[in-house]
């Protein structure tokens, strides 16, 4: 688990941006899917998908991260959603409150025709 | 080691990025052998993760470094995170606001684990968590 390269991509499909994460999400991670967003931000996207389909473990530093970035997208009148959620992070949200916040969805196309 | 005590196993974890994970794996390795189910094991590994890293954070502690331990008994494993920090009051529930952006960890740990138990004092904590099998297989 220790040796998995953290590793965050995105694409635009539509008009959502796709942020796909894999790996553990701490507060490095965190930071860099937050960079992520705002690099998209500042081109006008205020519409976002986070598939974590390929994440094992978030902590409660790194959703302190995705917290900042629902309040950001909710400041500009835009939406995240999370797609693809192992039991343990859907649980992880749940606790934490995220799921009054962002939706969640099952699959990434789901999301994308959810929001 | 405690009669009933299956098997123990001690770890000492630098205060030190990603260190927590080193400690997750063993808990993997030993939730897994224990056959817990896969979501539970999941749990048991951020509980684990959560308490190392408010070890890290909140402790207070000069000495770099906590201590883990997890003693295997029959039905049920328990799951030890040991600082040598300040102590605190752990009757001083944490508040929670929504969309509060920190102190999440000591709510996470109490909701995935079954018992947990705060040993606090001047000479650190000992977080003492519980996750039974019979909950969990």
Redesign the interface.
Known sequence: MSNEVFKVTSRQAGDAIVIAVQGYINNLAGEKILDEFNRWVVEGHRRFVLNLEKTQLVNSIGVSILIEMIEKAQELNGSIAFCCLLPIIAKTFKIMGLTQYARVYETEAEALAGE | MSANALKRIELEIPVA??K???A??VA?QLAGEMQFAS?CV??I??AL??GI?NAFEHSGSQIPKVHVEFVVHDGEIEVVVQDFGQGFDPSAKPS?R?????G??R??IE??MDEVNYITGPQGTRLVMKKRLSRCA
């Open positions: 990025h990603d927590e994970l080193e997750a794996k993997e979501e999941d749990e590994k951020l993760i959560e890293i929670v929504p969309l509060q952006k920190r999440y960890g709510l996470l909701s995935l």
